[in-house]
């Protein structure tokens, strides 16, 4: 499986992007796709998460309203649309997927083997 992540850049504060995650080689119906995020010194953070079965969603609090997660399974693509961008919003974006995530693990890198390289998003206030 290989990853490909794409739209990051230079926004204003109250801006929009979108973010793009193409996956490669996958062979499962039974995929998840999330959005990491990491600021300078900071942990990586978890961001979003879709489940292609239901296509139902999880989001950390702090994007919920602003962030939206989509999955595109003919392209076997997985967006982030971002909206209402802050300053706080700046990171490098990272696309992960899971062949196995369960609900309750969501939210854990750890349980996500697939990831992409990471995309720049500058929010400038």
């Known amino acids: 499986v290989q990853l490909q992540a794409s739209g990051g850049g230079l926004v204003q504060a109250g801006g929009s992007l979108r973010l793009s995650c193409a996956a490669s080689g996958l062979t499962s119906s039974n995929i998840v796709g999330a959005w990491f995020r990491q600021a300078a010194g900071k942990e990586r953070e978890f961001v979003a998460a879709i489940k292609r079965r239901g296509f139902s969603t999880l989001y950390t609090e702090s994007v919920k309203g602003r962030f939206t997660i989509s999955m595109d399974v003919a392209k076997s693509t997985v967006y982030l649309q971002m909206n209402s961008l802050k300053p706080e919003d700046t990171a490098i974006y990272f696309c992960?997927?899971?062949?196995?995530?369960?609900?309750?693990?969501?939210?854990?890198?750890?349980?996500?083997?697939?990831w992409g390289q990471g995309t720049q998003v500058t929010v400038s206030s």
């Open positions: 992960a997927v899971s062949l196995t995530a369960i609900t309750s693990s969501l939210g854990s890198g750890n349980a996500y083997p697939y």
